[in-house]
């Protein structure tokens, strides 16, 4: 069954990720380095501030300010009031962040992150998946400052949640469709494993649900080209790589989301109608609605969970 949408325009290209506030305002940045915050109840969206970058994931941080993960710009707080904007990291080890890309934010302030790429800049996304890099990383930032690679050698390192007592973190590897898990003993990482594999398409940002549940985005559903190019000599995918843009995979009309429990069972498996909006590549359930983001889109997008319990 096909979902309906109701679509809100955003003054900018590609509102990519969706942050939700207890008031029910909804955050959004867009490719021209600005940060949206849209009111429902009063229909309209304004301008809170410009990070000077590519402004991708959205997380609370436990001050109140909001975390923006900007590909260009690495990791920033923004207060949310004034539209300040702090610098809180740029580089790991002396190497300038190519891809930042999503995060998540523990209760003490611990952020888990992602780096997606190490060779390519977001606007070469297509670049990554083609040559399938695997140089995308997990990484920590303790609330002191100090910064840790937890999991290197990713495919495309994308979406990052939470488990909601905090015994895991979970990312997306968007070039293998499956979702890695993290295990916290004490806050300190274990040894990495595979959460979900196999989805029915490739994930984009995952985020944990006021429901309690794993939301995930599908950017796409699988491509059998891509597929073959990964698996492909070295040379061959470098070849695919420089030819134009219009010719390579690219994401296919859809706007699909899944929602999964603790035990990575699948307990929502929603597709909306593309129609008008498609490429879901960010998601928050709140009150028993899902507001999605998207890569391609001047827009973000709302629409109800089947079954959802709505406080109002």
């Known amino acids: 069954m096909t979902l309906p949408l109701t679509v809100v325009p955003v003054p900018g290209p590609g509102a990519?990720?969706?942050?939700?506030?207890?008031?029910?305002?909804?955050?959004?940045g867009t490719a021209d380095g600005v940060?949206?915050?849209?009111?429902?109840?009063?229909?309209s969206v304004a301008p809170v501030a410009v990070t000077g970058g590519r402004p991708l994931g959205l997380?609370?941080?436990p001050d109140g300010r909001v975390l923006v993960c900007d590909a260009h710009r690495g990791l920033l707080a923004l207060d949310p009031a004034s539209g300040d904007l702090e610098t809180l990291l740029t580089e790991v080890d002396g190497e300038h962040l190519l891809f930042t890309n999503n995060a998540a934010v523990q209760r003490d302030g611990t952020i888990w992150f992602t780096d997606s790429s190490r060779r390519w800049q977001v606007e070469d996304w297509k670049n990554d998946l083609v040559e399938h890099t695997?140089?995308?990383?997990?990484l920590r930032r303790t609330p002191d400052g100090a910064v840790t690679t937890?999991?290197?050698?990713?495919?495309?390192?994308?979406?990052?949640?939470?488990?909601?007592d905090e015994r895991a973190v979970l990312v997306a590897e968007t070039g293998?469709?499956?979702?890695?898990?993290?295990?916290?003993?004490?806050?300190?990482?274990?040894e990495v494993t595979t959460w979900v594999e196999d989805l029915p398409g490739h994930p984009d940002n995952i985020a944990l649900g006021?429901?309690?549940?794993?939301?995930?985005?599908?950017?796409?559903?699988?491509?059998?080209?891509?597929?073959?190019?990964?698996?492909?000599?070295?040379?061959?995918?470098?070849?695919?790589?420089?030819?134009?843009?219009?010719?390579?995979p690219a994401p296919r009309r859809t706007a699909r989301v899944l929602a999964l429990d603790d035990t990575a069972r699948v307990v929502h498996d929603l597709s909306f109608d593309a129609t008008r909006w498609h490429v879901a590549t960010g998601v928050r359930e709140h009150d028993g609605r899902v507001w999605l983001g998207s890569l391609v889109e001047p827009a973000i997008a709302v629409g109800e969970v089947p079954g959802g319990q709505r406080r109002s």
Do not use: M, Y
Request: proline residues 8%.
């Open 134 to 138: 695997c140089t995308g990383r997990l």
């Open 59 to 61: 997380e609370w941080l």
């Open 210 to 248: 006021s429901d309690g549940l794993v939301w995930v985005t599908v950017a796409s559903p699988t491509d059998p080209v891509l597929g073959v190019l990964q698996r492909s000599p070295r040379a061959v995918r470098g070849l695919v790589r420089r030819l134009p843009d219009r010719v390579k």
């Open 35 to 43: 940060v949206h915050v849209h009111d429902p109840a009063a229909g």
């Open 150 to 164: 937890v999991v290197d050698g990713l495919a495309f390192a994308n979406g990052v949640a939470l488990l909601p």
């Open 176 to 190: 293998t469709c499956r979702i890695r898990r993290v295990p916290l003993h004490g806050g300190e990482p274990g």
């Open 16 to 28: 990519e990720d969706v942050l939700v506030g207890d008031d029910g305002r909804v955050w959004t």
